[in-house]
């Protein structure tokens, strides 16, 4: 499939659409404020073993350990012990990053993964001539003591340009060493490369990719990395228009779709995305669509459109974990197969391993897709401080209630009269039809008490004190 590499740059963040058949199909955001760990090695120091979890915490210089699986360790770990560790998994809210001491090094064509023995060729080569071809020449360039990934950019590549890559790689790897055995206090011993050079080393398919940017420093960068990687007089393409790039590509657009609950089919079905701490759920609907023939046609046609939608909604989103769809029922068993190889059919375009687990004894389908980096909502969006990222916050009526009550205990301590400030709709309530309920609260308290309607203020928002105010 043709795919186009969009790269749009803006004050101090450089956002990535990676465009497929016409629709975004990933995105990505890097800021210069962030400071993004994945894939960044450390020497780190293991602070506590815990192993009735089966973890050590191990401090890599940041505000919060890391956490290291002792399965992901190398050989016995404990408590002061020097590790080599590689960021696995960035922190999120109140958890460290998670950290794993199995390092590897992504190259142009390969990953190099010192101290594990063994060969591997990408999934997503599908010709078993190739994958063949590939795992012989792996096995024959492979350095005694490492293992090697062959990567899906290497199809067709020869073994000098194979053998080129892991030169690189392992010179990597002898820095790394070497700032390793140091007695240098510097935690950092690599760091991975930024955004804009990492999609390109992943992505860029000679042939099958084109690249888009949005400023002429940008091109320049590009094509000066694309001839680093091997890439032979590549043609980046600069837009100039007015509006902005992806605006003009209408993927804003999409970006604003894959930001909603609910998403709309084609066929007038629409899907609801619930996501919870433990797993998310997709429920299936046929909405405006009614079909033409029979009910089964009908549910049938809208469950393939939704499991092609959902596959391309959990890669744009970047969802992981373990996912629960609620197709609408159906009872002819051809028809439940037939949703799920249209679903996973969708999912082989996706990069991140799945597995899909087939419909349970509930019918409803179960897989898991490997978590990686941030969700797309983490990138976009930040919990509301109102509601506290519930999605609800408390209704007018609770909220009147809610301050009466301060009224009332306020009252207790002072003999002065009370002024609230609030929203207008929460001032209304309080008030009430001619004072009334307002005229109840003084003879409640025994205290004079003054409500303003302040339109300044959030809905949830109020101030209450003592003593009359102008």
């Known amino acids: 499939m043709k795919r186009k590499i969009v790269i749009s740059t ?24 962030d400071e993004r760990l994945g894939g960044n090695v450390y020497k780190g120091l293991v602070e506590n073993v815990l192993p009735g979890m089966g973890a050590a915490f191990v401090d890599i210089g940041m505000p919060k350990n890391a956490f290291l699986f002792l399965a992901d360790a190398v050989g016995d770990v404990k408590k002061g012990d020097t590790v080599m560790v590689q960021v696995s998994k960035e922190a999120a809210g109140t958890k ?139 043609k980046v393409d600069l837009y100039e228009g007015k509006v902005d790039l992806f605006t003009c590509l209408g993927l804003d657009k999409e970006l604003e779709r894959a930001g909603q609950n609910r998403v ?25 669509y009614v079909g033409s023939k029979n009910l089964q046609d009908t549910v049938l046609k809208t469950n393939l459109q939704a499991a092609a939608e959902i596959a391309h909604q959990l890669r744009l989103r970047n969802y992981g974990g373990i996912v ?66 519930r999605g609800r916050v408390i209704s007018d009526a609770a909220l009147a209630f809610r301050i009466a009550k301060e009224v009332s205990s306020l009252a207790r301590e002072t003999a002065e009269a009370v002024t609230v400030r609030c929203h207008p709709a929460v001032a209304g309530l309080l008030i009430g039809p001619k004072k009334s309920n307002l005229r109840a609260l003084e003879e409640h308290t025994g205290r004079s008490v003054t409500v303003k309607g302040d339109d300044s203020l959030a809905r949830q928002d109020y101030q209450i004190q003592s003593g009359s105010t102008d």
């Open 324 to 389: 629960i769809i609620d197709f609408i029922d159906m009872t002819d068993p051809n028809n439940r197969e037939a949703v799920l190889e249209q679903l996973a059919d969708s999912l082989r375009a996706d990069k991140t391993r799945t597995n899909l687990l087939g419909f349970t004894r509930l019918g409803l389908v179960e897989l898991t897709r490997k978590r990686t980096d941030r969700l797309l909502s983490h990138m976009m969006e930040v919990d509301c401080p109102h509601c506290k990222g």
């Open 96 to 234: 460290g990053p998670r950290v794993t001491a199995k390092i590897s090094l992504p190259g142009r064509y390969l990953v190099l993964m010192p101290a594990q023995d063994h060969t591997g060729v990408s999934r997503k080569i599908g010709d078993s001539e190739e994958r063949l071809r590939l795992k012989e020449i792996a096995e024959e360039i492979r350095p005694p003591g490492c293992g090697l990934i062959v990567r899906t950019v290497a199809e067709g590549r020869t073994k000098a340009e194979l053998q080129d890559d892991l030169s690189d790689l392992l010179h990597d790897w002898d820095k790394i060493m070497d700032k390793f055995r140091s007695k240098s206090s510097t935690r950092l011993l690599y760091q991975d490369y930024d955004l804009v050079h990492r999609i390109l080393r992943d992505m860029y398919v000679t042939d099958e990719t084109s690249v888009v940017v949005d400023c002429p420093k940008m091109q320049r960068r590009v094509q000066k990395e694309l001839a680093d990687l091997g890439v032979a007089e590549a």
């Open 264 to 288: 709309w089919l084609d066929c007038g079905g629409y899907l609801v995305f619930n996501q919870t701490e433990a797993l998310l759920s997709i429920d299936v609907n046929t909405g405006k």
């Open 10 to 33: 803006l004050l101090n963040q450089v956002q990535v659409g990676i465009v497929e058949g016409r629709r975004l199909a990933e995105y990505y955001l890097e800021r210069d404020c």
